[in-house]
Antibody, heavy 117, light 112 residues
Framework: EVQLVESGGDLVRPGRSLRLSCTGS????????MSWARQAPGKGLEWVGF??????????EYAASVEGRFFISRDDSESIAYLQMNGLKIEDTGVYYC????????WGQGTLVTVAS | DIVMTQTPLSSPVTLGQPASISCRSS???????????LSWLQQRPGQPPRLLIY???NHFPGVPDRFSGSGRGTDFTLTISRVEAEDVGVYYC?????????FGQGTKLEIK
């Protein structure tokens, strides 16, 4: 059974950094791109970005709203994908979902990030 | 960026009756590889989203047959043949043809 478990969500001050983790199981992690999406409270879904699998270069793509502040990485030996979030803004508040694949066939339960002073 | 426009934004339906949601993209979603990466997702209240349909009309495993997808180019439709109580939630289309990928605004399906 495919499972994705996010962790690392927290309450942080504007301008600070936070790193989210996504641990995958039930599939060969290195065979898939991994992606992130988010959802502000009471709002719709927003695509954050994805990282390609290593055989495709392991490069990442990002939404304009997070480009230069957020960075996605992966550790295939541990089956973990990371979302490093720097320079957090109040509008980054929301539930962050990890997804398998660039288009996202399986989703995790999400982890809540709250940016507030 | 590709803009995904869903209509309606809210859809009250009667149990057992059909429902359909439209999704229109601002540009063609046909990829250079010939595929069209248009997906439909369901988000039940208090739950994470789950994939229903991928590449316009392909069922994700475990998705009931009453859900179907159709369309081409820039116009796509999700149809529920007979709405059941468990179908209540918000439905999103998403394009994964052009980076940045984008979601529709969501359509809230509720029972009359």
């Amino acid at each position: 059974e495919v499972q994705l478990v996010e962790s690392g969500g927290d309450l942080v001050r504007p301008g600070r950094s936070l790193r989210l983790s996504c641990t995958g199981s039930g599939f060969t992690f290195g065979d898939y791109a991994m992606s992130w999406a988010r959802q502000a409270p009471g709002k719709g879904l927003e695509w954050v970005g994805f990282i390609r699998k290593e055989t495709y270069g392991g490069t990442a793509e990002y939404a304009a709203s997070v480009e230069g502040r957020f960075f996605i990485s992966r550790d295939d030996s541990e089956s973990i994908a990371y979302l490093q979030m720097n320079g957090l803004k109040i509008e980054d508040t929301g539930v962050y979902y990890c997804r398998r694949g660039d288009a996202g066939d399986f989703w995790g339960q999400g982890t809540l990030v709250t940016v507030a002073s | 960026d590709i803009v995904m426009t869903q209509t309606p934004l809210s859809s009250p339906v009667t149990l057992g009756q059909p429902a359909s949601i439209s999704c229109r993209s601002s540009q063609s979603l046909v990829h250079s590889d010939g595929n069209t990466y248009l997906s439909w997702l369901q988000q039940r209240p208090g739950q994470p989203p789950r994939l229903l349909i991928y590449k316009i009309s392909n069922h994700f495993p475990g998705v009931p047959d009453r859900f179907s997808g159709s369309g081409r180019g820039t116009d796509f439709t999700l149809t529920i043949s007979r709405v059941e109580a468990e179908d209540v939630g918000v439905y999103y289309c998403m394009q994964a043809t052009h980076v940045p990928y984008t979601f529709g605004q969501g359509t809230k399906l509720e029972i009359k």
